[in-house]
């Protein structure tokens, strides 16, 4: 058998990008995002047309990925003729290669042939999102201006960790969602932490950080416009636990740009097939009138 005639070979990416100059990671007819600057990247180093990326998280406008991984099928001609001249493995010289052409928003750090089974948007444990807030106007830093929010008001980070609480686990999360047709709001939330870090990158930061298998549209930084409302003392500590009760939205989405996808995490090799199989299961198309229970595992959060 040709190289021409083997398998596809399924093709994982990690990458990174700065989402201030994007509208989103999805394309859409005339605007900048991730998803068709790479994909038109890629057809140019590749010398094959139309590429196409399946994402873990797709991420909305303004909204940064220091950890975020997609995939593409190509065949395996294609694959190996990537090398070209160039030394090194197929995945070593797309990066190369990539970063020559790809503008200084987006990087990809690593290409390889991913393992049987795996499925960038269906595989995935978990997806962790960290939201940076910063308080005190003596720690503005005008370098991270486009990455973390500021905010004029102090804010009680305990407070605001001690009204998280309550949220963490299985719920109906429609307050702090914007509902899709044929899509559920129930969620199992794995982690909603607040700090305010002493040392480090975001040392005096507010960073609040959302990990979960998986988000509806918004949610993220709506459970984080509720929870900076408590840290202003505007709202009692039960106010967000009250709100997710009531099925209500009523909460204010925070600003876009203080997000970033930080890391998705996969399961062993060995199990990859069997969690996209039964990621997919929960989103099969639902029979006229049933009720909506399924998830969107890469909604923008």
């Not at 005339?30 to 139309?50: C, F, I, K, S």
């Not at 070209?84 to 020559?100: C, D």
């Not at 308080?135 to 001690?162: C, F, G, I, K």
């Amino acid at each position: 058998m040709t190289t021409a005639d083997a398998a596809p070979v399924r093709v994982r990416l990690d990458l990174s990008y700065d989402g201030t100059g994007f509208a989103g990671w999805a394309t859409q007819p005339g605007l900048r995002t991730v998803q068709g600057t790479l994909e038109a990247a890629l057809g140019t180093v590749l010398r094959h047309p139309d590429p196409r990326l399946t994402v873990a998280g797709r991420t909305d406008a303004g909204v940064h990925a220091r950890g975020q991984v997609a995939h593409l099928d190509l065949p395996a001609d294609v694959w190996q003729a990537v090398r070209g001249r160039m030394a090194g493995s197929p995945g070593e010289v797309l990066v190369r290669r990539l970063a020559g052409v790809l503008p200084p928003d987006v990087v990809v750090h690593r290409a390889a042939p991913a393992p049987p089974g795996f499925d960038a948007r269906f595989s995935p444990l978990w997806r962790r999102y960290a939201y940076r807030i910063v308080d005190d106007l003596t720690r503005v830093d005008p370098l991270r201006r486009a990455h973390v929010v500021r905010h004029r008001v102090p804010l009680d980070a305990e407070a605001m960790a001690r009204a998280a609480a309550p949220l963490v686990g299985l719920h109906d999360f429609l307050a702090f969602c914007k509902p899709r047709p044929e899509a559920t709001t129930v969620r199992t939330l794995q982690v909603l932490d607040v700090v305010r870090p002493t040392d480090g990158a975001d040392a005096d930061l507010v960073v609040v950080t959302v990990q979960a298998d998986a988000f509806c549209h918004t949610m993220v930084r709506s459970l984080v416009g509720a929870l900076t409302v408590v840290g202003e003392g505007r709202k009692p500590e039960t106010w967000p636990a009250e709100l997710l009760a009531s099925r209500v939205r009523a909460s204010a989405v925070a600003p876009a740009h203080g997000l970033t996808l930080e890391q998705i995490a996969y399961p062993d090799d060995a199990e990859l097939a069997a969690r996209a199989e039964a990621t997919r299961a929960r989103r099969a198309p639902l029979p006229p009138g049933a009720r909506a229970d399924v998830e969107d595992p890469d909604a923008g959060a």
